[in-house]
């Protein structure tokens, strides 16, 4: 590797046709760098997520994801990016990847199309008086009519009756940067059978207005749907702007995530 430039790549994630799914930029490097200047390179792409990325010893890897503002415990969109562009742009010979993240050891496996993220599980807690919730965190402001609200980790998920409310929601994202949480989640059953759930994230607190596709979040959302549509392989899509599209199963010790990436551009930064 150039001395004096380390590759990078931006690929659409959770993508099913060009322009849609989330994208993450792929950097590649030597050596692990100062937080400092991860930070300004994640400031610079100014994506939702730049995944960091640098080699152990044959499948495994050490990843760090930083958002414009911050670094993130979890990322699945960046995660299933960095497995793309190992396997499909710089042909690593394996199809299972370990990547070593603050959230312990992930493990992504590259098929042709696709690529598989085994993920840890994050339980829905349910609160069982939504007003008193909506009193202390502000839910309330938010003008939606909840069915039931849950702590998922450093996540909030709100359930609405349809995906109708969930598409049409207009978010005033100066009254979501006040909850005291990572993110906002919304989330309903979907109404055609061509998928189980549908979703939309909200960030602001963490530099993310909406998140296009979020895998993480799905980490939780799996786990509720599961249990209320009584199915452990579910397809998801987020109503996002741009769209995405993954399948997610609930499994004994993991969530599976699985979705399809394409890479929109490549090139080199200055070391």
Known sequence: MDNQSLPYFVVDAFSHKPFSGNPAAVCI????????????IAAQFNLSETAFLWHQKDNQWQLRWFTPSCEVKL???????????????????????????????????ANANTVTLNFPKIQPKL????YLYNDDVGIQQLNLDIVAAYQAGEDVIVELATEDEVLNYSPEMEKLAKIETRGVMITAPAKNDERDFVSRFFAPRAGIDEDPVTGSAHCSLAILWSKKLGKQMLRAEQLSQRRGFLEVGVHQEYVSLMGKSSTFSKGTLRN
């Open 127 to 130: 609160f069982s008086n939504i």
């Open 75 to 109: 990322c699945g969109h960046a995660t299933l990016a960095s497995a793309h562009v190992l396997s499909h742009e710089l042909k690593f010979p394996y199809q299972e990847f370990l990547f070593s993240t603050l959230s312990g050891t992930l493990v992504a496996i």
């Open 29 to 40: 490097l030597d050596e692990p760098k100062p937080d400092e200047w991860l930070q300004k």
